[in-house]
């Protein structure tokens, strides 16, 4: 009897507590959704499309406490995670890796260079891109959206959400609009931080 409330129990706290995401031999935090590509950003804008979804970048580094917050605390949240999951197509990137990429402008570089080339100096951050590939821009040009940080789960989630609704296309910048759904949850009675 001991033994069946002992299971009852484990299997319980395994449904309520997230499992920490694996680390990779890179030293990164991987969560099983995330795509792994050739890393030609114009081939991951097109994919993301035919997929229904839009293409978002995440530059981390080995150690990085603000990244593994960011696995642990946000994309561990069932709402966090399945909201990306289900719109975005989140590719991985090595902030001091040597993997090849591809800019949008046609120039070969590795993950550090593309890096400094587009002004990643901080992780986790994240770059989100256009629906459509720009000729002749690098990706820093083409980004829709760059989101430094770890944040609280409803400011990184608003982000995601912003972008998919394409708010950079209106006049409501991504602080009012979050702003207002801070507001809508506050009304629904389910703002618990931030």
Not at 145 to 170: D, I, N, R
């Amino acid at each position: 009897m001991l033994k069946i409330l002992v299971a009852t129990i484990g299997l319980l706290l395994a449904a309520v507590i997230p499992a920490a995401a694996e680390i990779g031999d890179d030293g990164l935090h991987k969560e099983k959704w995330f795509s792994v590509t050739f890393r030609d950003m114009a081939e991951d804008i097109a994919a993301a499309k035919e997929e229904g979804k839009r293409l978002a970048i995440v530059f981390e580094q080995r150690g990085c406490i603000y990244c593994a917050t960011m696995h642990e605390k946000l994309l561990s949240d069932p709402e966090v995670r399945d909201f990306i999951e289900a719109n975005f197509k989140v590719v991985q990137y090595n902030m001091f890796g040597d993997e090849e990429v591809t800019d949008l402008d046609g120039e070969a570089l590795t993950e550090k260079t593309a890096a400094r080339k587009w002004g990643v100096v901080f992780t986790p951050t994240i770059i989100f891109l256009p629906e459509e590939a720009p000729e002749g821009k690098t990706v820093a040009d083409a980004a829709v959206a760059t989101m430094p940080g770890a944040f609280g789960k409803w400011t990184f989630l608003h982000m995601f959400q912003w972008v998919s609704e394409k708010g950079y296309e209106t006049d409501e910048h991504f602080q009012k609009f979050h702003a207002r759904m801070l507001d809508e949850l506050r009304a629904a009675g389910r703002l618990d931080v931030e």
